[in-house]
């Protein structure tokens, strides 16, 4: 049972960097999401996805990039990394885009930028 | 708009202490609610959830109802356990709005032996 998967678990990135961040689930739903947390502020939403091809904002989207060009897939892009990019990242995945559907979460990316 | 304010943590307790961990919402639609729980080193999971007022969410000896008078929905559990340690996450989700979800910022329970 893979459910999520990310990876890399960890990364170190220096100012200016780029790198993408990989999400895959294996579970054919439609709805993916990008979170960063950070302390003392619970989970934010980066950008979502409703469906392949089918990309839009969240709460902070500044900074990133996405794109959803397989069901299974939803790549994080960190263009030009920043310290205040520094946080874990988590994707999920849920089913349906009903407000009561279960959010299938991955183990998370640590990155920090220095 | 809308939002999730939980109590701050960290919170400590003795093994088979109480363990309230308080949330409240505002929300311009009719929300779910949810609380999700972060064990060390893994990513977060359903622990429960209520879809309408007065429902009742429970699991693994927790329990959560949802309050719309009081825009509350509330984590409780009668006798905590050191497997009990983890960070916990109120949250809800409004619409059919892709399953977004807006996070209450996570309250750190350590539970000693």
């Known amino acids: 049972n893979a459910g999520v998967t990310q990876t890399p678990k960890f990364q170190v990135l220096k100012t200016g960097q780029s790198m993408t961040l990989q999400c895959a689930q294996d579970m054919n739903h439609e709805y993916m999401s990008w979170y960063r947390q950070d302390p003392g502020m619970g989970l934010r939403l980066i950008h979502y996805?409703?469906?392949?091809?089918?990309?839009d904002q969240g709460e902070v989207p500044n900074g990133y990039n996405v794109s959803r060009s397989t069901t299974e897939d939803f790549p994080l892009r960190l263009l030009s990394a920043a310290p205040s990019q520094t946080s874990v990242y988590f994707c999920?995945?849920?089913?349906?885009?009903?407000?009561?559907?279960?959010?299938?979460f991955g183990q998370g990316t640590r990155l920090t930028v220095v | 708009g809308n939002s999730v304010t939980q109590m701050e943590g960290p919170v400590t307790l003795s093994e088979e202490a109480f363990l309230t961990i308080n949330c409240t919402y505002t929300a311009t639609g009719y929300p779910s609610l949810f609380w999700y729980v972060q064990y060390p080193g893994e990513g977060l999971q359903l622990l429960l959830k209520?879809?309408?007022?007065?429902d009742k969410g429970s699991n693994k000896g927790f329990e959560a109802t949802y309050r719309k008078e009081t825009t509350s929905f509330h984590l409780e559990k009668g006798s905590v356990q050191v497997s009990d340690s983890a960070v916990y996450f109120c949250a809800l989700s409004i619409g059919n709005q892709g399953g977004k979800l807006i996070f209450g910022q996570g309250t750190e329970l350590s539970v000693k032996p």
């Open positions: 996805s409703v469906g392949a091809g089918i990309t």
């Open positions: 999920a995945s849920s089913s349906t885009g009903t407000a009561d559907t279960e959010a299938f």
């Open positions: 209520a879809t309408k007022a007065d």
